[in-house]
């Protein structure tokens, strides 16, 4: 069974930068990043392929973050660069072990506790 841990989290200025990681244990195919602002549903944000590195973005993120991975160290991450107001949430690392339509919530089995991104101007 998978299990993630997340870290990284904080606050900011805008324009500011932040790195969050997801440490994962167990297979998976699929790792995301989602975030939930507060009274907003949630969404996703960036999408890595384990196997292949192939990735995936929101238009709202593109071209400031980028998601990778270090399979030594089992590890996701999401760098945050240029960030925005808008860009305070919880932000969530989220695993799948099949391939599902990779924004949709319900193909991740398995979520991380979720770490707090707060981004002021």
């Known amino acids: 069974q998978v299990q993630l841990v997340e870290s990284g989290g904080g606050s900011v200025k805008a324009g500011g930068s932040l790195r969050l990681s997801c440490s994962a244990s167990?297979?998976?195919?699929?790792m995301g990043w989602f975030r939930q602002a507060a009274g907003k549903a949630r969404e996703g944000v960036a999408v890595?392929?384990?196997?292949?590195?192939?990735?995936f973005y929101a238009d709202s993120v593109k071209g400031r973050f980028t998601i990778s991975q270090d399979n030594a160290k089992n590890t996701v991450y999401l760098q945050m660069s240029s960030l925005k107001p808008e860009d305070t949430a919880v932000y969530y690392c989220?695993?799948?072990?099949?391939?599902?339509?990779?924004?949709?919530?319900?193909?991740?089995?398995?979520w991380g506790q979720g770490t707090q991104v707060t981004v002021s101007s």
């Open positions: 890595i392929y384990t196997t292949t590195d192939s990735t």
């Open positions: 989220a695993a799948s072990g099949w391939y599902g339509g990779i924004w949709d919530i319900g193909t991740y089995g398995t």
């Open positions: 167990g297979s998976r195919v699929i």
